[in-house]
């Protein structure tokens, strides 16, 4: 606990927009694969989106391919982002940073299914919807 720090949660309505924000070491930072799961009340953690910090190669579950985008932050130095647009209020749930190591031709595809082993999580930060 505490690789990872988690920042921009909230509550906004449908259609609206939300940025997440992950901060950690640089030493982390180069693992190569992090991304961002979610956990809604009574439900699996399910993958969101995943990137490998390396080369900038993205992948996004289906649920929010077209809305969401994952990055590198260009200002803030180790840090990821998510930027949430067009969201609806299934996409409230607890939100999870998740760093792992990984070699540098991995996939982003790749990078999303490792993920779920995680070497290290944030602590979760919430996101509500209202319609």
């Known amino acids: 606990t505490g690789h990872l720090r988690e920042s921009g949660g909230g509550s906004v309505q449908a259609g609206g927009s939300l940025r997440l924000s992950c901060g950690t070491s640089e030493y982390i930072f180069r693992s190569a694969c992090m991304g961002w799961f979610r956990q809604a009340p009574g439900l699996e953690r399910d993958g969101v989106a995943s990137?490998?910090?390396?080369?900038?190669?993205?992948?996004y579950a289906d649920s929010v391919k077209g809305r969401f985008i994952i990055s590198r932050d260009n200002i803030k130095k180790n840090t990821l982002t998510l930027q949430m647009n067009n969201l609806k209020p299934e996409d409230t749930a607890t939100y999870f940073c998740?760093?792992?190591?990984?070699?540098?031709?991995?996939?982003?595809?790749?990078?999303?299914?490792?993920?779920?082993?995680?070497?290290?999580w944030g602590q979760g930060i919430q996101v509500t919807v209202s319609s």
């Open positions: 998740a760093a792992v190591p990984l070699g540098f031709w991995a996939s982003a595809a790749a990078c999303y299914t490792r993920l779920r082993d995680a070497t290290f």
């Open positions: 990137i490998h910090t390396e080369r900038d190669d993205t992948y």
